[in-house]
């Protein structure tokens, strides 16, 4: 148990459907990460929040949106998604900024897959 | 460009022997060092970091790795393997100009058979 939870563990998903992934961190943290892990691929980085503000977004198509209502919650909103998108979508938190540790610690993740 | 390399896909050893997995950086200034692992269906967990002092780090496991500033590697090490080390392992560093954002290594698959 390493204080990130994610829901729900695993979605199965049609390409025109809307749905949404929640991440919540119990460990104080002031930054979150949306992360996908595909099969044979590196772990792409997709939004980062320090302090409930986006400061990263790494050419995330527009199908995915994230949302970040305060410290401890993330949302990764999903619609219109494409087979390609289906992978584990991995949220993580960290104590970023002066004094901060930097590490970051993960949920379990979501397997998604979109049919 | 930063980044950070894991040269090895697959690291095979048996059970008891000593365990190596490289990792070789390249940022500019000084790095946060990370190793993570990840077992299946599951996130990935915190191993251990370097940020500074001791070059040998310990961490979760029995695990340690060594920060050599001159070959800017951080090979992670275990002097005894066993197979329930056998996992998916990721080298990461953040940048010192980050603020928040780490990079991760492509992962090296730890295969320990009895």
């Known amino acids: 148990e390493t204080g990130v939870t994610q829901t729900p563990r695993h979605l199965v998903m049609g390409m025109t459907n809307k749905k949404s992934l929640k991440c919540e961190q119990h460990l104080g943290h002031n930054a979150m990460y949306w992360y996908k892990q595909s099969a044979k691929k590196p772990l792409e980085l997709m939004f980062v929040y320090s302090l409930e503000e986006r400061v990263e977004n790494n050419s995330v198509p527009s199908r995915f949106s994230p949302e970040c209502p305060n410290s401890s919650h993330l949302f990764l909103h999903l619609h219109t998604l494409q087979p390609e998108d289906s992978a584990l979508y991995l949220c993580?938190?960290?104590?970023?900024?002066?004094?901060?540790?930097?590490?970051?610690?993960f949920g379990p993740g979501t397997r998604l897959t979109v049919t | 460009a930063q980044s950070v390399a894991q040269p090895e896909d697959q690291v095979n050893v048996a059970e008891g022997n000593p365990l190596t997995v490289k990792c070789t950086y390249s940022?500019?200034?000084?790095?946060?060092l990370f190793w993570y692992v990840q077992y299946p269906n599951r996130g990935l967990q915190f191993l251990l970091k370097?940020?500074?002092?001791?070059?040998l780090v310990k961490g979760s496991y029995g695990f340690e790795a060594e920060f050599n500033k001159s070959q800017t590697s951080f090979h992670l090490k275990k002097p005894s393997a066993l197979v329930s080390d056998s996992a998916l392992y990721f080298c990461a560093v953040r940048p010192y100009s980050s603020a928040s954002k780490i990079i991760f290594g492509s992962g090296t698959r730890l295969s320990i058979r009895p």
């Open positions: 993580a938190s960290s104590l970023s900024g002066q004094g901060g540790s930097y590490e970051q610690y």
């Open positions: 370097y940020i500074t002092g001791d070059n």
């Open positions: 940022v500019s200034g000084n790095p946060y």
